[in-house]
């Protein structure tokens, strides 16, 4: 029921920045839990890219911790993902994901298209 719009993404040369953006619509009556970013490159699996959770707070893969930050605007069920000092390596589709819940109810995942993410080297 939520849908998840990314944007952002683009081509950038190795050492840049690129900042992501993704927001939530049909959100009315839920609670966002959770909301962060995955990622995925050519012939690898989906990883774990960055998490702003309520209960959990912040988590960043290692691969990406002290160069990306994210960041959740809870009023507009929207996330960010600041992306510096860019490498070669982020090569991916970026993908956004929400937890969400109606009160009483188990939660439940969504998933953005995704934003492709090019490095130059």
């Known amino acids: 029921q939520v849908g998840l719009v990314e944007s952002g993404g683009g081509l950038v040369q190795a050492g840049g920045s690129l900042g992501l953006s993704c927001v939530a619509s049909g959100a009315s009556g839920q609670n966002v839990n959770a909301m962060g970013w995955y990622r995925q490159a050519p012939g690898k699996q989906r990883e774990l890219v960055a998490l702003?959770?309520?209960?959990?707070?912040?988590t960043y893969s290692d691969s990406v911790k002290g160069r990306f930050t994210i960041s959740r605007d809870s009023a507009k069920n929207t996330v960010y993902l600041q992306m510096n000092s860019l490498k070669a390596e982020d090569t991916a589709v970026y993908y956004c994901y929400a937890d969400t819940n109606y009160p009483g109810e188990w939660p439940r995942t969504s998933w953005g298209q995704g934003t492709q993410v090019t490095v130059s080297s």
């Open positions: 702003d959770s309520t209960a959990g707070g912040t």
